[in-house]
């Protein structure tokens, strides 16, 4: 089962990831509210895909996925992003984020995302 | 050319499939915790007449959380709401505008969060939240118009935005040579709905860079507007590549593209044609060259990261100190202590154990005490919350009616650090709302007529809670005219509450007002007076064991005071045993108990019983006719009277004998003994160490019995 850490500062959206991944056979090893504590669990739990909002408090999701990214060049992470924030995707894109998805999305939207990034 | 395997196109449901009830149970929770730091938010703000820049961020945060949340849950409403209302906010963090009405932005903010308050309470009663915001985004984005014209340089954010972007593109070179042979024309489809068509593009082109040595595309992507989605969607993603891959590279590299649909790949034969494709499908060679993407490396270096010193402020991050229960774990685990402390009663004790010598059983069972009370006292503090919430509440429901009224008031607030049981402060936000409201609408004054009279031009509400032994005081107090005796007793005699022979106290005819269909406003405004008002604070209060006091000084103000129990569940008891039943008595409402000599009681020229004590002439209840139980006890000086005190009125009840202080576990009476028998004086039962079961005495209900009779 394929690892993952879901960072979103709304714990709905960290509840409806967890959910939709669950059910399809990934193991959450951890949520984080903010980039920094996404860091600091990435570090630690190894994940095999993270699922990065954007838009969070303490550290933006680009910030922590610039920060990940540097400490491991492989780090595989998704983008979840609201509609609108276009030019922050991109900017996570030229960062190197593996994919993005946009709320609201479909599970098998996340999904396919997911299992496309991590090579499955 | 190949076509590509797609998603499964599974039909789209009305209504997300993984939806299940925790998580709308979150949604409601997370949703309803955001826009109650809003209001705050916005309250501080607007208090200090200008919106900081932190609340600011803190406001667009939530906007933009609550969209997004909403929008999962398939809220559109409230998600298009809360998107209009990001974007008001994304405007004045970008642009600082300086010329911003902020009044009416907070009026308009206020009118978005009552839209999803309104849409939430929908949500959790199980309705569809099929309110109509469109007239309010509709405000909003005028509002954001005039924002928008009334501070013209903050137009340039639109622009600016992608301005800064293009900084990581290398302009087209001017004359390079290409050595690479191949040409290749790709159009690639992606699946319906994926959204951000252009950004999933720029991907493409992003990650074939390393791969292409001349690269160009129809649109040319990157800055991200949605007319380039448009296209895509409509035309598909055309790509030319100059590149040394062969056919099944590139073929194997766009198959991967995320939420492909369908991919078609041909070859170009020679360079001629690639170029003519660029002058045929392009307006302007040089305008079309798309811009390669920096690599990364290069984007690190001009502005680089101080790792060290990032990891170590990361590293400082404290782990979690905080985390959310569901009230029905805290609930249940209240219910498990009570058990516990009744078990625990159960084996100390136990009749069993009686006139046995047992030292270090005592031992044992003192340690066990100290430990279940102490759980006890922790569970009890974990269920605690501070009114603020509720006080801050009232603020936002000051601030609208003064607006409405046109009126000055200033709300005080004291000691709302003061913690309350969770389940009681449910109860009582809607009797506070009512009496802040009363006393704005009915107690203060115009401003104008509070010169006159040499008070203070605005006046003052204040709201205090503070701890008085294991109950709660929560107090209104206001400076305004204070209750009018004669007029409440006039009226109460006309609405026929009271005899007009009957002679009352200050505080009795006060207290008239708390009376079911009493209202001496004659005018009915938007906010109170419609008749139905203090009897319902009163009732609601009573829910949870609450009472409410009434004081006033004509012509200086009115003061009322809320007495709630701290907790509900477990409270300090005293049993006493009248005939073969068993009673249990709050032992804060017991004032004294006593053996009377015999002929110290006497009777009234009514029938009443009554007992002379210190000068005071207190009636007596016996609980035996009262509950109509059998006892040999009947004479006054075999048994033991209980002074207990509600409200201000005393009265002493009759029982065979005291059996001793414990603390008991409040039970709610099952329904069936509610419909058969008359429990009006009963406030629950619980279970006593010996298994049997005592009722709780709701000294209220008998105080009022006594004095109604």
Redesign the interface.
């Known amino acids: 089962m394929k690892k993952v850490l879901i960072v979103d500062?709304?714990?709905?959206?960290r509840?409806?990831i967890k959910?939709?991944l669950e059910?399809n056979n990934f193991e959450i090893v951890g949520e984080a509210e903010n980039g920094?504590?996404a860091?600091?669990k990435y570090k630690m739990l190894q994940p095999d895909v993270v699922t990065m909002d954007i838009?969070?408090?303490e550290m933006s999701g680009i910030d922590a996925l610039?920060?990940i990214r540097?400490?491991d060049s492989n780090a595989k992470i998704v983008m979840i992003?609201?509609?609108?924030q276009?030019?922050l995707?991109?900017?996570a894109?030229?960062?190197?984020a593996a994919?993005?998805?946009?709320?609201?999305?479909?599970?098998?939207?996340i999904i396919?995302?997911i299992k496309?990034?991590v090579g499955e | 050319m190949s076509k590509n395997e797609s998603?499964?196109e599974?039909e789209?449901e009305p209504v997300?499939?993984?939806?299940?009830e925790?998580?709308l149970e979150?949604?409601i929770?997370?949703?309803t915790q955001m826009i109650e730091q809003l209001e705050q938010a916005i309250l501080i703000s607007e208090k200090g007449g200008f919106y900081e820049e932190t609340s600011i961020n803190e406001i667009f945060?939530f906007m933009?959380?609550i969209?997004?949340?909403s929008?999962?849950m398939?809220y559109n409403d409230i998600?298009t709401l809360a998107?209009s209302m990001e974007d008001v906010f994304y405007f004045l963090r970008e642009a600082k505008p300086t010329l911003v009405d902020y009044s009416q932005l907070s009026d308009i903010v206020f009118e978005g969060v009552d839209f999803i308050k309104v849409e939430l309470i929908k949500i959790k009663n199980g309705d569809s939240a099929d309110g109509d915001a469109s007239g309010l985004i509709e405000k909003i984005k005028e509002f954001m118009t005039f924002l928008k014209s009334e501070n013209p340089s903050g137009q340039s954010i639109e622009s600016k935005?992608?301005e800064t972007?293009q900084k990581?593109y290398i302009a087209p070179e001017k004359k390079i040579t290409y050595d690479a042979k191949n040409f290749y024309k790709a159009v690639v489809y992606f699946e319906e709905?994926?959204?951000?068509e252009?950004?999933r593009a720029?991907?493409i082109i992003?990650n074939l860079t390393e791969l292409a040595e001349e690269l160009f595309s129809i649109p040319e992507v990157?800055s991200?507007?949605d007319s380039d989605s448009e296209l895509i969607k409509e035309n598909g993603f055309k790509i030319y590549v100059r590149t040394n891959l062969s056919y099944e590279k590139i073929e194997s590299f766009l198959q991967?593209t995320?939420?492909l649909k369908e991919l078609k790949l041909e070859e170009i034969s020679d360079e001629e044609t690639f170029l003519s494709f660029k002058q045929t499908e392009g307006t302007n060679f040089e305008e079309n060259e798309i811009k390669l993407?920096q690599v990364?490396e290069n984007?690190?270096s001009k502005e680089p990261?101080n790792?060290e010193q990032?990891?170590k402020?990361?590293?400082n991050?404290a782990p979690?100190s905080v985390i959310?229960v569901s009230v029905d774990k805290l609930d249940k685990l209240m219910d498990l202590v009570g058990e516990m402390v009744i078990s625990e009663a159960m084996v100390t004790q136990n009749p069993d154990l009686v006139e046995l010598e047992l030292e270090n059983f005592t031992k044992a069972a003192r340690l066990l005490h100290k430990i279940t009370s102490e759980i006890q006292d922790t569970v009890m503090s974990i269920r605690m919350v501070p009114l603020s919430t509720t006080f801050m509440k009232m603020q936002r429901i000051m601030r609208d009616m003064c607006k409405k009224l046109e009126r000055e008031v200033e709300l005080q607030l004291i000691g709302e650090e003061t913690e309350v049981d969770k389940n009681i402060i449910e109860h009582i936000a809607d009797p506070l709302m009512h009496l802040i409201r009363n006393a704005v609408d009915h107690g203060i004054e115009e401003n104008e007529e509070r010169i006159e009279k040499g008070k203070d031009r605005v006046g003052t509400v204040t709201l205090e809670a503070k701890n008085s032994g294991s109950d709660v005081l929560v107090i209104v107090r206001d400076d305004g005219k204070g209750l009018d005796k004669e007029r409440i007793l006039t009226k109460a005699i006309k609405a026929g509450l009271v005899d007009e022979t009957t002679v009352l106290t200050d505080r009795e005819i006060y207290n008239l007002i708390l009376l079911p269909g009493f209202s001496t406003n004659e005018n009915i405004t938007e906010f109170s007076g419609r008749g139905v008002g203090m009897d319902v604070v009163s009732k609601n209060l009573q829910l949870v064991g609450g009472t409410i006091l009434v004081d006033s000084t004509f012509g200086e103000g009115t003061c009322m005071t809320m007495k709630i129990p701290l907790t509900l569940a477990i409270i300090d008891g005293m049993n006493v045993k009248v005939g073969g039943s068993c009673y249990t008595i709050p032992i804060t409402a017991i004032k004294q108990s006593f053996r009377p000599k015999a002929g110290e009681c006497f009777t009234d020229p009514d029938g009443n019983e009554m007992i002379m004590v210190r000068g005071n002439c207190y009636p007596i209840i016996r609980l035996h006719k009262y509950f109509e139980v059998q006892t040999v006890v009947k004479e006054f000086h075999e048994g033991v009277l209980i002074m207990v005190e509600q409200d201000a009125r005393m009265i002493c009840l009759f029982a065979d004998e005291l059996i001793g202080q414990q603390q008991v576990v409040v039970k709610a009476l099952p329904n069936f003994i509610k419909q058969t028998k008359n429990i009006q004086s009963l406030s629950g039962c619980t279970l006593l160490g010996d298994g049997s079961i005592s009722l709780i005495i709701d000294i209220g209900g008998l105080t009022q019995y006594r004095t109604s009779k």
């Not at chain 1, 500062?9 to 959206?13: G, L, N, P």
């Not at chain 1, 992003?81 to 609108?84: E, I, T, V």
């Not at chain 2, 709905?193 to 951000?196: N, R, T, Y």
């Open positions: 500062d709304a714990a709905f959206m509840l409806t959910t939709v059910h920094r504590v860091f600091e838009t969070m408090p610039k920060i540097q400490y992003s609201a509609m609108g276009e030019m995707v991109r900017e894109i030229v960062n190197g994919s993005f998805i946009v709320k609201p999305f479909k599970e098998e939207q396919y995302t496309k990034v | 998603i499964s599974k789209v997300p499939q993984f939806m299940n925790p998580m979150m949604y929770f997370e949703t945060r933009h959380t969209k997004g949340s929008a999962m398939l998600a998107h935005k992608p972007q990581y709905g994926c959204e951000m252009s950004i720029y991907t992003h990157g991200g507007s991967d995320i939420f993407p990364l984007r690190i990261i790792k990032i990891w402020e990361v590293g991050n979690q959310s």
